[in-house]
């Protein structure tokens, strides 16, 4: 991973041990716990209807171009699905039109073919139509020797079209019922006015990355895996993309097949937060799927099984 020697220094860096984070130091961003209600639906398939029906309330509510943030992994397959089937028709062409999609987080070093890649599995999920109609995409680049460089003008990019508009998260476990938003890891540093940041990756990360895309339906080549598996960081937008961002719609529908995720999802809920900003962060900092609840406009859609 090397340097940014940028002259034109928009973001600001920091080290927090082996971690990098990107922030603007004259942008600080204000959190406090807020309410956080959430919907038990009966089927993936309803929750990935309710996470589209979100889509279009957003763009009738709001004139202009939409910049969407995906969410990778199980939770949102069956809103890609339905996404999918529309695109081969033009029923939803002019909202496509209004699109700049970005991802939210990436594994690297990684070649941006290898099928353990989100940009891959969007690919598949989303289909052709939706890309060749969308008016941009822009992944997390892997497949580079500056990571840094590449990072920052993902950010810039994204900051230079006005920010998050529909921010879709998914909810990751972690140990001692922790939780992870994109992948932010406990205790990796990460302050509220981060708005990406490129940390270590841990073995059983890759192993959880690995799985979902298995489970999902991912066909995954041996070179692929083992690729995959000699990834040593994690892309990830930050707290304070996620807390910038102008709606949120979580889903949660994999506890099936990631049962650690009942006991971290009761922790997030059950968890007294702070009313002390400073306290408030190292909570955060400790158990990153806590920033759910210090944003004012989510939408949480999740399945039964992940109370059973």
């Known amino acids: 991973m090397s340097v940014r020697t940028s002259s034109k220094k928009i973001l600001d860096r920091r080290l927090e041990a082996t971690n990098l984070w990107l922030f603007h130091p004259d942008?600080?961003?204000?959190?406090?716990?807020?309410?956080f209600?959430?919907?038990?639906?009966?089927?993936?398939?309803?929750?990935?209807?309710?996470?589209?029906?979100?889509?279009?309330?957003?763009?009738?509510?709001?004139?202009?171009?939409?910049?969407?943030v995906l969410l990778g992994g199980r939770g949102g397959q069956a809103?890609?699905?339905?996404i999918n089937k529309l695109a081969a028709t033009n029923e939803i062409d002019d909202l496509l039109g209004r699109l700049h999609v970005f991802t939210q987080d990436a594994l690297a070093p990684m070649r941006?073919?290898?099928?353990?890649?989100f940009v891959r599995d969007f690919e598949r999920l989303l289909g052709e139509n939706f890309f060749k109609k969308i008016k941009s995409f822009t992944p997390m680049l892997t497949e580079t020797d500056d990571l840094e460089n590449e990072l920052t003008k993902y950010v810039e990019k994204l900051e230079s079209l006005g920010g998050i508009d529909l921010f879709l998260l998914?909810?990751?476990?972690?140990?001692?019922a922790a939780s992870h938003l994109c992948y932010i890891k406990p205790g990796s540093g990460a302050k509220f006015d981060d708005i990406a940041g490129?940390?270590?990756i841990s073995s059983t990360m890759l192993e959880h990355h690995i799985s979902k895309f298995k489970i999902g339906g991912s066909t995954v080549s041996a070179e692929d895996e083992s690729e995959c598996r000699s990834a040593t960081h994690i892309l990830t937008l930050g707290p304070g993309a996620i807390l910038g961002a102008k709606r949120i719609v979580q889903s949660i529908v994999d506890a099936a097949t990631a049962p650690a995720k009942r006991e971290s999802f009761r922790k997030m809920l059950d968890t007294e937060l702070s009313?002390?900003?400073?306290?408030?962060?190292?909570?955060?900092?400790?158990?990153?799927?806590?920033?759910?609840r210090l944003h004012t406009n989510v939408g949480a859609y999740v399945l039964p099984d992940l109370f059973a």
């Open 79 to 82: 809103m890609y699905r339905l």
């Open 112 to 117: 941006m073919n290898n099928a353990l890649s």
């Open 37 to 68: 209600k959430y919907n038990v639906l009966d089927t993936e398939d309803a929750v990935g209807r309710a996470m589209f029906d979100e889509l279009i309330r957003y763009s009738n509510q709001n004139l202009g171009d939409i910049v969407v």
């Open 170 to 176: 998914g909810f990751g476990p972690e140990a001692n």
């Open 27 to 35: 942008m600080p961003i204000a959190a406090q716990p807020s309410p």
């Open 198 to 200: 490129i940390i270590p």
């Open 275 to 292: 009313d002390d900003p400073e306290k408030l962060e190292e909570q955060t900092g400790d158990n990153p799927g806590l920033l759910i």
